[in-house]
């Protein structure tokens, strides 16, 4: 029997930290991993199969910023159509939003993991993908009062 299709997505920093902390679960399924591209990420080609990159961008340069959003989103539908996951697990943020709409619009399954580092307040791709996410999970019961439908699994770390 195949492996289950999955792909684990995430801007660079905490929130591809905190995704790689998924790693366990990496060698039951047929992943791939997409992230942003810096210096720092590009010893992950080394480490994990089907490794992807999406442009770098920070809201610091709005101007540059939005065509680089806009170049991901297009980029994004380019990756789905190469991988084909059957679900995406994401920790955030706005490199995520774009492919989770992307495999909601295909049936993927979405499960959104709300970062570790908000534990009173929404972040923006989680306002984003909590109405469309299968599973929604948060790391502090506190957040279960903003995310009603919600589960709370606890620290990733």
């Given at each position: 029997?195949?492996?289950?299709?999955?792909?684990?997505?995430?801007?660079?920093?905490?929130?591809?930290?905190?995704?790689?902390?998924?790693?366990?679960?990496?060698?039951?399924y047929?992943?791939?991993?997409?992230?942003e591209?810096?210096?720092?990420?590009?010893?992950?080609?080394?480490?994990?199969?089907?490794?992807?990159?999406?442009?770098?961008?920070?809201?610091d340069?709005?101007?540059?910023?939005?065509?680089?959003?806009?170049?991901?989103?297009?980029?994004?539908i380019?990756?789905?159509?190469?991988?084909?996951?059957?679900?995406?697990?994401?920790?955030?943020?706005?490199?995520?939003?774009?492919?989770?709409?992307?495999?909601?619009?295909?049936?993927?399954?979405?499960?959104?993991?709300?970062?570790?580092?908000?534990?009173?307040t929404?972040?923006?791709?989680?306002?984003?993908v909590?109405?469309?996410?299968?599973?929604?999970?948060?790391?502090?019961?506190?957040?279960?009062?903003?995310?009603?439908?919600?589960?709370?699994w606890?620290?990733?770390?």
């Amino acid at each position: 029997m195949p492996k289950k299709k999955v792909m684990f997505i995430s801007s660079t920093g905490g929130h591809l930290e905190e995704l790689l902390r998924l790693k366990p679960l990496f060698e039951n399924y047929d992943y791939s991993l997409v992230t942003e591209k810096t210096k720092s990420n590009l010893s992950l080609k080394n480490k994990y199969q089907n490794v992807s990159f999406l442009v770098y961008g920070t809201k610091d340069h709005l101007f540059s910023y939005l065509f680089k959003f806009a170049f991901n989103c297009f980029k994004s539908i380019g990756l789905y159509i190469k991988y084909r996951p059957k679900y995406i697990v994401t920790t955030g943020t706005h490199t995520a939003v774009p492919m989770c709409y992307i495999g909601k619009l295909f049936r993927s399954k979405i499960i959104f993991i709300e970062t570790f580092a908000n534990r009173e307040t929404k972040t923006l791709a989680g306002k984003l993908v909590y109405p469309i996410a299968d599973k929604f999970i948060v790391q502090w019961e506190e957040m279960l009062k903003l995310y009603p439908k919600a589960e709370c699994w606890g620290w990733i770390f």
